[in-house]
């Protein structure tokens, strides 16, 4: 209201000066005889264009300042003025740093805009300045945000980018910019915006309905002005904001790294490796499924448990790869990995191997299929998948012909295992996988030979 009454002031004021004459040039009017009598007696009895008149005669005489002033927006009132003014009481308004300890009671400090114009221009919403008409374009683009906006979303991208290349030295640069999308993205941004209460202190004038449907940008647009802000009063200093900015950003920059994590290759030797460390016939590490995935949006999570204590945990798409994962997590566990090592070798050779009776036949490898062992279509598999799961190992098999049929060695990291003679491959292969499944007590036998 008072700043369309300062700018009408102004246009007529202007116009006043532009349109009006001066008093002479009004009485020289009267008396011109090409003037009509009504014309003449409004200049003669109309009070309001002999003001007019009078003062652009009292401004062309340099009697008027105060119009100078005006019209540059910048008037100057004298301490004698001042005094004679009248002295109402103020409203009770509530203090500056109260009120903005009310708003910004966060657990993360929120850096302060020093100027109040500033401050006030990032909530100040374009929408506050549609209908005044009176103003123009210049004046009505430094009341809003919007420009602050602009230069907050490139600062921001900028600084984001530099914290991301910072906190993930070996992430790849499409990894990289999915993170900067989901951390700078309208959602995120809303809800730092509302965690500082912005959206209470924003002024618009946008209809209920369209700020419910639009509002998490606009409120994304109130966090980006903020930054904007920060950074026309800091120049390039900016330090302060990124640490900031990281601090807001850590749980979810906390979360991206474990996914990252996740996206790593998985390595296949790792249960192999652990349960060379740390495996037995009598103890050995065991891999549980705690959460079955569906391997599309939910993930297998499985641990790797030895006497009830979890050496580590492993997440994938697939319940083989989430041990795989949980076997290389458990290598990094250096406590328990040394305390299972010291049990390990303190373990009584006896408790991980069968009595030389029971194994004469079988104390030396390659395990021979004798002719008692009979094929099983479901060997392989059952072997393959019991390699897989305790030992992260993958049998194969080398086939040769023979005068009476096949020769299968079943290998293992490349050392044969088990030997099978048919006049069938597959039989031959069967009956190699089927010796090993009788004589698992073995193969922490083999597996110490592997070594």
Not at 52 to 80: H, R, S, W
């Amino acid at each position: 209201m008072l700043e369309h009454s300062g700018r009408m002031l102004q246009k007529n004021i202007k116009q006043i000066l532009d349109a009006a004459p001066t008093l002479a040039e009004l009485d020289s009017l009267s008396r011109n005889p090409n003037v009509d009598d009504f014309t003449k007696g409004e200049i003669k009895t109309n009070n309001l264009v002999r003001m007019a008149a009078a003062l652009k005669t009292k401004y062309a005489a340099n009697g008027l300042p105060i119009f100078d002033q005006i019209l540059q927006e910048k008037v100057k009132i004298l301490k004698q003025e001042a005094a004679k003014a009248p002295k109402d009481e103020s409203p009770q308004v509530k203090p500056a740093s109260e009120e903005k300890e009310q708003e910004f009671d966060n657990v993360i400090p929120l850096p302060k805009i020093e100027s109040l114009a500033l401050r006030a221009r990032v909530f100040q919403h374009k929408s506050m300045s549609a209908n005044k008409t009176y103003l123009d374009d210049k004046e009505i683009i430094s009341q809003h945000n919007e420009r602050l906006e602009f230069l907050g979303d490139s600062v921001l991208n900028t600084m984001v980018t530099r914290i991301l290349y910072d906190r993930f030295p070996y992430a790849k640069e499409g990894q990289l910019s999915q993170m900067r999308s989901t951390l700078v993205c309208n959602k995120t941004l809303a809800e730092f915006s509302q965690s500082y209460n912005f959206h209470l202190l924003l002024r618009c004038n946008i209809d209920e309905e369209q700020l419910r449907i639009g509002r998490q940008k606009v409120y994304a647009d109130i966090f980006e002005a903020y930054v904007g802000a920060l950074s026309m009063e800091r120049g390039y200093d900016l330090l302060e904001v990124q640490m900031w900015l990281t601090s807001l950003m850590d749980k979810m920059l906390r979360k991206m790294g474990k996914e990252l994590e996740g996206q790593a290759p998985v390595d296949r030797n790792a249960k192999a490796e652990l349960y060379a460390l740390v495996g037995s016939a009598a103890l050995h590490p065991q891999y549980l499924v705690v959460d079955n995935g569906n391997g599309v949006d939910s993930h297998f999570k499985v641990h790797c448990v030895m006497e009830g204590e979890v050496l580590g945990e492993g997440e994938a798409p697939n319940h083989r790869d989430a041990g795989l994962r949980a076997a290389k997590a458990a290598l990094q566990n250096n406590k328990l990995i040394e305390k299972f090592s010291r049990k390990r070798a303190e373990t009584d050779r006896s408790a991980s191997m069968v009595s030389s009776a029971q194994s004469s036949e079988l104390d030396e490898f390659p395990l021979v299929a004798s002719e008692s062992i009979q094929p099983n279509k479901f060997s392989k598999n059952e072997l393959y998948a019991f390699f897989g799961k305790q030992v992260g190992l993958t049998p194969t098999y080398d086939i040769t012909h023979t005068d009476n049929g096949y020769k299968a060695e079943l290998k293992v990291k490349g050392s044969v295992l088990s030997v099978a003679y048919d006049a069938s491959k597959k039989n031959a292969q069967s009956r190699a996988a089927t010796v090993v499944l009788q004589n698992k007590e073995k193969l922490d036998e083999f597996l110490r030979w592997l070594e």
